[in-house]
Every structure is written in structure tokens, then in C-alpha cells.
């Protein structure tokens, strides 16, 4: 036959090359839809707030949802990109993954469950996408870089005996009361940064807000609870001394028994700073 | 990137948030009538060229309250008090000889070019349970010092004073403590509190320019080195607002400006 291939389906090395670059850039493509994916939907996350977060947050997202009118902390207002559970330094905004950590674990002691069962991981992704629409800061702001997080040392006598003095120390006492449960000389009148009452943590009920974990306690020294009057003290202890602070809090958990720890709670009830 | 490259970098456009939406609750509308509506005017990003100023003006004067002071009770102090005492004097209305006003700020406000912004470093003390000094001034860029005197638990909580958005809340655990942070990168009106000590206040105008004071016990401001022109003087006190004034300065001259606020009642 003499059947001839047209020349443009010949395969020259410029020809190839050109298919290749083309291969690639929808490759790439593929990658970006998988990306945006991620990233959540606006829409869908506006019918799982309006099911699920709108009776507590309010539909505008001003936390004055009907349901969370008596609660105590307030349900958060969502206009000013401030969150508690962050990786992230205190004031910055929190990541996609802060805001799932929270949806999932829920806050302990306060009104916000967890939605791990409740909710899909895309659920969740959409939902968190919606949530962001309420600060205009998300729209402007990046998140800042997390923290760093040590790797734990051996949870020991010492470090606990150590974490008890740097309780003293940096004066936790001041809200957190002599023995650490919440009832510190500051404690009857805190408010949020929207003036609603909040109350410190009792520590030795062996539940914490943001989780039990040594990494959970950890993380929360040193970002802060943005909103609330729990401040940063990423400038004033060092890693060292916030890993036998974390084991020193984590002794006072009933879920610790005491004689591993040799340092029962009462150990750091001797008066004020 | 150093961490104060990242802080900036975080806080660049935090002005944007400055729009009080209409669902706002009215603790925040309160806020916002204190510090004054025109903080909302304000440009998002300045605009402002540094360019040497010789044979620049000056603006004095003096702030007054008209009228009377508002009686205002003293601080009740209720944490600490072995050490802070049982109460302190209303700061709110420093009123001192000839009626001149303390703590307030007199600043320029829409000028876009003049002498160099301030780089030095402020300075905010936690000191028998007040800060100190209740109100300054600075520019974007700078780093302010926070130090406690006090041998106890301080936390400096900043804010938004508009949207009350944090903007930092850091421990200051003990006496002696002090930790130097930036300044938001965008002007606006920070608000400092101390949750430990709910009755300290603190203001801090972050402004877009080089031009201002803060009145000293007796009332009195000065702002020098101002090329000639006519500008918006403004004058903002925490409770009484503020108040703009159109003001004329003429080469090597010193134009004298008072200044009256009326007093609003504290709640």
C-alpha cells in the first residue's frame, strides 16, 4: 500500500518532547484538582455548618448561635480568625489541620464535641473551608509557621519533681491555684476576648482541653489559647523545662498513679508565690 | 527569616479586618465609639516617603478637658492585693495644672511624606499592677519591650482595639521577666490588657507616620520637624475620643494649637 503517514503524526524528537511537556502539564493538573480536593468545598461546608455548628456558632458565625447562649466558655465567634487549638504561635491564625484536630478531638470542658464519627474527613474539610469565610483575616493572612515540638523525655520522678518547682516558677498558680485546680487568686473573674466569663483549668482531673497527650500539653504552653486569658510561654521556659512541666501536670491525672510519680498533687500547695 | 519577619509577615494585612460587621455585639460598638469611628478611614497600607526635612515646623500646645472631670471611682484591685494595695486612682481622667490632660495622643493624620519613622524600641512595664505607660505612640516596624517589676504572674494581652483580635497574649511569670516583641506590621490601635489583672489598660497608637506625642502630666504635646502644610492635627483620649483639628505649619515656625475634649462618663 502506499499509504503514507501525514506529517504532523510523524513522531519527530521535537514532536515527542512537546507530548512529553503536554503529559506533564496535566499531570501536574491532576495534582492541582486533587490540591483544590483538599482544600474543601464552600458550598457542601456551608450545609454541614448550618446542620451541625450554626445552633452553638450562630449562622453568621458570630457565636451567638440559640443553643450556646448559656454556655460556659462561650461558643467561639468566628469573626476574628482566633482559635483555641493551634501548632501555631500565639495571635497567629491556625492551620487547616488545627481546625480538623479540633473538629475531631473536640475541646474537653467545654460545649464543643468531638465530630469524629459524626462528620467525613471531607465533611470536615468542607465545613472548615466555610468556617474561614467568617474572618476576612483567612482571606489575607497566612498561618504562621507551627511550632517545633521536642521529642518527649522519660517520663521520671526527677522530671516530675522538676516540672513542680517550674510550676512555681513561672506562677501557674495565679490562675491555676496552689494545687492546680483552677481556683488560683485570679481565677473568679476571667473573661474571654469578648467578655464572656471562662474559667481556668482544674488540672487534676486528668482531662485537659486540648488533650492529654504530653505533645497536647506541650503545645499549648507555648502557643497560648488565643481568645482566651491563657497566654504563651514560648519566651519565658525553654523546652527542657516545659517537658517536666508537662510531666508534672500529667502526674496530677488520676490516670497517673501516684507512686510511680512520688509527687502527689499537695506537693506544690505551700502558699503563694 | 527570623521570627520577627514571620510575625510581620503574619500580621500584613491585619488591618483588612478593621470592618465592624453589623452583627457585631455592642461590647465591641462601645469599644469602637472610645477609640473613634475614623480608625475605620484609615488607608490599609501607608503611604508615607521619608525625605529629609530641614527648616521643618512645629505643632504645640495643650489638651484640656472642658468641664469638669467625670468623678470616676478608683481601681478596685482584687487579685494581689497584699502587694498592689486595696485600690488605685482612676487613671482614665488625669487631670493635672490648668486643667491640662494627660495620656493623650496627638498625632498627624493623611501625611504622606517627612522625616524618618521612629526605629527605637518602646517600652511597656508591668509595675504595681498598671501598666506603664498607660498610652504611647510608635510606627510599624518597631519593637516594643515588655518587662514586669511585679513578683507575680502578669500576662500582656494585645489586641485589635476594633476587632479585638488578638494579636499576641504573652506570659510575664515573674519579676525581672521582660521579652522584646515586634509591633503588627499594619498601623492601628492595640489594646493591652492583663487578664490576671483585669483592671490594667493600656493603648497603643501604631501609626503610619513620624508625627506624635502623647500628652505629659500637664497637658502639654509637642511635634517638631514638620514640613510646611496643612494637615488633620487629631487628639484621642481612651474615654473622651477624639477630635480633629486643621492646622497650618509655616517653615521654621512653632504653631500653637489647644485642644478641648469633652469628657464622656465612664459606665
Request: glycine share 8%; proline share 7%.
Amino acid at each position: 500500500m502506499g499509504y503514507e503517514l501525514p506529517l504532523d503524526m510523524i513522531a519527530t524528537p521535537r514532536r515527542i518532547a512537546t507530548l512529553a511537556a503536554a503529559m506533564v502539564t496535566l499531570l501536574i493538573m491532576a495534582d492541582r484538582d486533587w490540591a483544590q480536593d483538599e482544600m474543601g468545598d464552600v458550598h457542601r461546608g456551608k450545609i454541614v455548618y448550618e446542620q451541625y455548628c450554626a445552633l452553638c456558632h450562630g449562622e453568621q458565625g458570630d457565636g451567638n448561635g440559640h443553643y450556646g447562649e448559656d454556655t460556659i466558655p462561650a461558643p467561639r465567634d468566628f469573626r476574628q480568625g482566633t482559635f483555641n487549638w493551634r501548632s501555631t504561635p500565639s495571635g497567629s491564625l491556625p492551620t487547616d489541620a488545627d481546625l480538623e484536630k479540633t473538629l475531631i478531638k473536640g475541646l474537653f470542658g467545654t460545649s464543643m464535641s468531638s465530630f469524629s464519627a459524626s462528620l467525613t474527613h471531607r465533611q470536615r474539610l468542607d465545613v472548615i473551608t466555610y468556617i474561614k469565610t467568617f474572618s476576612p483575616r483567612f482571606a489575607t493572612e497566612k498561618p504562621e509557621a507551627p511550632i517545633t515540638i521536642p521529642p518527649e523525655p522519660p517520663y521520671t520522678v526527677e522530671s516530675v519533681t522538676r516540672g513542680a518547682a517550674i510550676y512555681k516558677k513561672v506562677n501557674c498558680a495565679q490562675c491555676h491555684g496552689d494545687e492546680a485546680q483552677g481556683d488560683g487568686e485570679s481565677a473568679d473573674d476571667l473573661t474571654d476576648d469578648w467578655g464572656n466569663p471562662i474559667v481556668p483549668y482544674d488540672l487534676t482531673e486528668g482531662h485537659l482541653k486540648c488533650g492529654n497527650n504530653g505533645s497536647d500539653i506541650y503545645r499549648v504552653f507555648i502557643t497560648g489559647l488565643n481568645g482566651t486569658p491563657m497566654p504563651s510561654f514560648a519566651d519565658s521556659i525553654s523546652p527542657a523545662e516545659a517537658w517536666d512541666l508537662v510531666h508534672f501536670i500529667q502526674s496530677l491525672s488520676p490516670e497517673y498513679p501516684k507512686n510511680v510519680t512520688g509527687a502527689p498533687s499537695t506537693s506544690i500547695g505551700e502558699g503563694k508565690p | 527569616m527570623g521570627a520577627g519577619d514571620a510575625f510581620f509577615a503574619s500580621n500584613l494585612r491585619r488591618n483588612d479586618a478593621m470592618t465592624i460587621p453589623m452583627r457585631y455585639g455592642l461590647k465591641v460598638l462601645s469599644a469602637s465609639l472610645i477609640s473613634g469611628a475614623s480608625l475605620l478611614a484609615q488607608p490599609a497600607l501607608a503611604d508615607y516617603t521619608v525625605e529629609a526635612v530641614s527648616n521643618g515646623g512645629a505643632i504645640e500646645g495643650v489638651v484640656k478637658l472642658s468641664g469638669t472631670a467625670p468623678k470616676a471611682a478608683p481601681l478596685e484591685v482584687t487579685k494581689n492585693q497584699d502587694f498592689c494595695g486595696q485600690s488605685i486612682p482612676n487613671p482614665v481622667y488625669s487631670v493635672g495644672k490648668d486643667g491640662g490632660l494627660q495620656n493623650v495622643e496627638v498625632f498627624l493624620r493623611g501625611i504622606t511624606r517627612g522625616k524618618a519613622l521612629s526605629t527605637n524600641t518602646i517600652s511597656l512595664v508591668n509595675e504595681h499592677c498598671m501598666f506603664n505607660p498607660r498610652v504611647q505612640g510608635a510606627n510599624a516596624g518597631q519593637q516594643v519591650k515588655i518587662s514586669s517589676n511585679d513578683p507575680f504572674l502578669h500576662n500582656t494581652h494585645t489586641q485589635n482595639a476594633s476587632t479585638n483580635a488578638t494579636i499576641y497574649n504573652i506570659a510575664l511569670p515573674f519579676k525581672g521577666f521582660s521579652v522584646t516583641k515586634p509591633l503588627p506590621a499594619l498601623p492601628q490601635l492595640i489594646k493591652v490588657k492583663c487578664d490576671a489583672h483585669a483592671w490594667m489598660r493600656a493603648w497603643i497608637w501604631e501609626l503610619d507616620n513620624p508625627y506624635f506625642a502623647t500628652t505629659g502630666d500637664d497637658g502639654h504635646f509637642t511635634i517638631k520637624d514638620i514640613p510646611p502644610g496643612t494637615y488633620t492635627l487629631v487628639a484621642w483620649h481612651e474615654a473622651a475620643g477624639e477630635k480633629p483639628t486643621s492646622v497650618t505649619v509655616s517653615a521654621g515656625k512653632t504653631v500653637t494649637v489647644d485642644i478641648q475634649l469633652v469628657a464622656v462618663k465612664q459606665p
